[in-house]
Nanobody, 125 residues
């Protein structure tokens, strides 16, 4: 059974930082795309960042570019999201996602087969 488990969410003041981590189990994701999406109250799921494969290209939403950094460790089957200069608009439930292969279109949520349960990030002004 494939599972993705996120950790690292919490509450922080604007301008602060948080680091989210996601550990995958049940299969290896080193050659597959992994990423992060988020969903704010009353809004749809939004792409945040993704990496095509271990050592592959990365892609960020414009709203987080320059503030968030995605990284992966193949041996540990993990993907992390370092979030700096957080803003109240970053408040959302953040979801880890993984595909069964390397994706061409990293921002398309429908192409990811596996999802974590989500972790809450709250940024206060």
């Amino acid at each position: 059974q494939v599972q993705l488990v996120e950790s690292g969410g919490g509450s922080v003041q604007a301008g602060g930082s948080l680091r989210l981590s996601c550990v995958g189990s049940g299969r290896t994701f080193s050659g597959s795309s992994m990423g992060w999406f988020r969903q704010a109250p009353g809004k749809g799921r939004e792409f945040v960042a993704a990496m095509a494969s271990i050592g592959g290209n990365t892609y960020y939403a414009e709203s987080v570019k320059g503030r968030f950094t995605i990284s992966r460790e193949g041996a540990k089957n993990t993907v992390s999201l370092q979030m700096n200069s957080l803003k109240p608009d970053d408040t959302a439930v953040y979801y880890c996602a993984a595909a069964s292969s390397r994706l061409r279109f990293l921002s398309a949520a429908t192409l990811y087969e596996y999802w974590g349960q989500g972790t809450q990030v709250t940024v206060s002004s």
